[in-house]
């Protein structure tokens, strides 16, 4: 071979095994990743880089497995900082007596910034590369995630009622409509639609997301079915069920994306299925807060797409996707009766590919394949706690911990090396942490 068939390229990552996502269910063995520039560029076994490929970087990663970034498809960031504050309690007792009384009291800029750098931490170090986030100052959490280097898609919260970021529903659309034309066709920033759920968001409103949607393209989040009551209230006062308004305002579509979702009937399933929405699985703050179950085989064997989210640090209380990648695989087997429903390679798929379908951006992220960006993510499979390993993807599921990620890049770019952040000052970060644990402490003891 001569000079001028190899090819230059910029990183190398030599990996013991490989699962690229595409093609389904593959694991590969002692394979490269080759990064030019913010795309991969291919994926080949070790010896055949060795002839095509010279680079810049070479990175030997002799017991780790290299998959694509993790997408965590529902949250909200700044709650980090409510982590662990009111624990133990029924969700409307939760929202109505403990987390909305505190936000009125401490969420302002600064506490979004600080509490949203401390979830990228925590998200970054346990293999999430794109995350979305639905709460206040939505702009606030925009500039964060882009000045850090990190995939967010942004949702502007929307509701009936005034909240510290505005006076109501009107508001909410005109700041959200700027935030949508400041971000929309930038890289790392996708701008959506966030109402809140059908019992906070009446009927006008709700078409006024659709509307801005259909018109911009933007995706809606929203909380959907999330408990029986919410279910039970809804008929009683509007004689249907949640998902049924929104199919009758226009919300439901293939842009829409339904979180929770504990709460399913057939005619729900034909709905989604019908109207190509997505379903966002949260189980840990699911099961935190007695919410329910979600059906992920039932809708998995009707063709919905299912992706995979933490929700906030307030109801969980970590953003480890792989513990929550563990926690849906088990529900899926205990709710169906069947060891076998929901496999380790179809939650893996479920916190990657699917989380990108759900954004629209399958053709980019999602999968490692030449072409698609450069958001990677290693686990070392080295310590004895996940020793001996006979099947990777099983590892990273049933055995594994977000902590054990040691190398990610987003867009090419290193988030982590060798287990350390690479974009977050951690000591500073601590310091600003401490001063709002302070001060809610203060408050909890009033």
Known sequence: MTADTITAADIRINARWLIPIEP??????????????????????????????????????????????????HGHAAMSLFRGMADDLPLMTWLNDHIWPAESRFVSEQFIADG?????????RTGTTTFSDMYFFPEI???????????????????DFPTIWGSGPQEYLSKGEALIDTWKGDDYIMPAIGPHAPYT????????AADLSGKTGTAIQIHLHETETEVAQAIEKQGKRPIERLAELGV?????QCVHMTQITDSDIALLAETGAHVIHCPDS????????????????????????????????????????RSAAMIAKLATKDAAALSAHDVLQMATLNGAKAL?????????????LADIIAVDLGDPFIQPVYDPASHLVYSNHGRAVSHSWINGIPQVQ?????????????????????KIRQQQAE
């Open 252 to 256: 439901l579509g293939a842009n829409t």
């Open 418 to 438: 060798d287990g350390k952040l690479t974009r977050i000052d951690v000591p500073d970060l601590m310091l600003r942490v401490e001063g709002w644990a302070e």
């Open 286 to 325: 699911n099961l935190k807060l007695a919410s329910g179950l979600c059906p992920v085989q039932v809708l998995k064997n009707s063709g919905i797409n299912l992706a995979i989210g933490t929700d906030g640090a307030a109801s969980n209380n970590d953003l480890d996707l792989f513990g929550e990648s």
């Open 201 to 208: 968001v009446s009927d006008g409103p709700l078409a006024d």
């Open 360 to 372: 629209g951006r399958e053709h980019e992220l999602g999968s490692l394949v030449a072409g698609k």
């Open 141 to 159: 959490v925009a500039r964060m995630a882009h000045d850090t280097g990190m995939r967010a898609q942004v949702c502007f919260p929307l509701l």
């Open 24 to 73: 389904a269910g593959t694991v590969l063995e002692n394979q490269a990743v080759i990064i030019q520039g913010t795309k991969i560029e291919a994926v080949l076994p070790v010896a055949q880089a060795d002839c095509d490929f010279r680079t810049r970087e070479t990175i030997d990663l002799p017991h780790h497995v290299v998959m694509p970034g993790l997408i965590n498809m």
């Open 116 to 124: 949203t750098q401390l979830a990228m931490a925590e998200m970054l």
